[in-house]
């Protein structure tokens, strides 16, 4: 019996199929683009404290937010940060937006000195254009 070489018929394929390879592939990169977001959200969601004298919420999904959970981390448009790293990270989202206004959302458990030091070091880089962003209290009697 002779053994068939691979330039003749029915003999053996060495080419890989890669095309498994590539649907797998696929499918973990679609698994990866849903839960990544979800992963970068602050540990809990951030409460905000209600203020009587609010105007309408902005619309943060273009802005450059520093959002403060109660466990006094902080979050630079969702991306959790070092306290040490923040201005820098702050300071690198400002030169992608046109807008340069600071969004502070603090949670209403954080510590004051948290927010307070945040600030502090926003202004003391130059940032001076620094906005709290908080709930609207409801007025007595209403919903």
């Not at 390879?21 to 977001?37: E, W």
């Not at 502070?104 to 927010?115: E, P, T, W």
């Not at 070091?121 to 709290?132: D, G, V, W």
């Amino acid at each position: 019996m002779a053994m068939s070489t691979g330039g003749e018929r029915g003999g053996l394929n060495s080419e890989i199929n890669v095309t498994p390879l590539v649907d797998v592939m696929l499918v973990l990169l679609i698994i990866m683009m849903l839960i990544a977001p979800i992963l970068l959200q602050p540990r809990g969601p951030i409460r905000m404290p209600a203020a009587a004298n609010t105007g309408e919420k902005p619309d943060t999904q273009e802005k450059t937010v520093v959002a403060i959970d109660s466990h006094g981390g902080f979050y630079v448009n969702a991306l959790p940060v070092q306290a040490d790293n923040l201005v820098p990270q702050v300071q690198r989202a400002l030169d992608a937006r046109k807008e340069k206004i600071v969004y502070l959302k603090g949670d209403r458990d954080a510590r004051y000195s948290a927010v307070m030091g945040a600030m502090d070091a926003l202004r003391n880089a130059q940032i001076e254009n620094i906005a709290l962003i908080t709930e609207k209290k409801n007025k007595p009697g209403g919903t």
